[in-house]
């Protein structure tokens, strides 16, 4: 008995100092939009909230336009994270449950294309934009964002272990589609994991920073990353202003992910009930 309680001692202590491990950063992203540049480079660091946060958030709101940039990153991460959702459940439900010619032979193809990095697609995603004539606007971002072969991957894993045949043999003799199929009998399970895809998606969106530098030409449509580049000065960074600008951007994120738990577990819940 003493054992067991001295193991879960043990194992409570660990995990709440990997939890403040885990939180220590934004607790000190949050104390440094709170003092001055040179609080920063003082020792030793300083521990605690200052007084600068609202000065350093007005000065980010007067170098850069942040409810502009802030809308176009919200518009783009989301029209990519719904279409990713959309058409990667679709090719994953088919690539999990369906029977095609060369379903092995593209499903090798696809997994693939996840080895290859992204830097050597630059180029030629560039002139495929350019040729299309969408340099500079918010298509370059979302279309080529809309499928990846990691969400279908994701999807077909998921699918297959977790929809029965049964279920869609049931769906086959009432007379359903492959899209109602996909609808009424895939969506409702699916959901766990398009809560993890989802919000993996639209984080990956919304941090993007190189591939909207290459193709956006108009400040008017700047994402948040390239605004907050712009507040870095050439000889001299006031690094308390940018770091306030970073919390401005990290916030809803932070958001994001406390919904989408809370729905992830809900939903394993709700799962685990049901088995």
């Known amino acids: 008995m ?13 995990l709440l100092v990997g939890i403040i491990l885990s939180m220590f950063p934004f607790y000190w992203l949050i104390v440094m939009a709170t003092r001055t540049t040179s609080d920063i480079y003082r020792f030793p660091p300083q521990l605690w909230f200052g ?11 007067q170098q850069i336009d942040f409810a502009g940039a802030f809308f176009n990153t919200l518009f783009v991460a989301s029209s990519v994270t719904l279409l990713v959702l959309f058409f990667d459940s ?36 560039f002139v495929m934009m350019a040729s299309f004539g969408w340099v500079g606007t918010f298509k370059a971002l979302i279309i080529p964002g809309m499928v ?9 894993q998921y699918a297959e ?7 869609l043999d ?18 409702p399970i699916l959901r766990p994991a398009f809560a993890f895809l989802g919000a993996f998606t ?6 993007d920073y190189l591939w909207p530098l290459i193709v956006l030409t108009d400040e008017r449509k700047f994402t948040l990353q390239i605004a907050l580049s712009q507040l870095n000065g050439i000889y001299n960074t006031d690094y308390a202003m940018v770091i306030a600008g970073t919390l401005l951007a990290v916030l809803p994120l932070i958001i994001l992910f406390l ?10 819940a709700a799962g685990a009930i049901k088995d």
């Not at 003493?2 to 409570?12: E, G, P």
């Not at 990846?148 to 077909?156: D, K, P, T, V, Y």
């Open 51 to 61: 007084s600068h946060f609202l000065d350093n958030i007005t000065r980010v709101l």
């Open 161 to 167: 272990e977790s929809i029965p045949k049964e279920l």
């Open 259 to 268: 919904f989408i738990s809370r729905q992830f577990i809900s939903d394993l």
């Open 2 to 14: 003493m054992q067991t309680r001295a193991k879960s001692i043990v194992l409570y202590a660990g």
């Open 202 to 207: 639209f984080i990956g969106a919304w941090n």
């Open 148 to 156: 990846n072969a990691f969400g279908i991957f994701w999807i077909r």
């Open 170 to 187: 049931a769906g086959r003799m009432d007379g359903c589609s492959f899209f109602r199929l996909y609808w009424n009998v895939a969506l």
């Open 90 to 125: 679709l090719a994953g439900f088919a690539f999990a449950k369906f029977d095609f010619p060369g379903k092995k032979m593209l499903f090798v193809i696809l997994l693939a294309t996840m080895m290859v990095p992204s830097q050597l697609s630059l180029v030629p995603s």
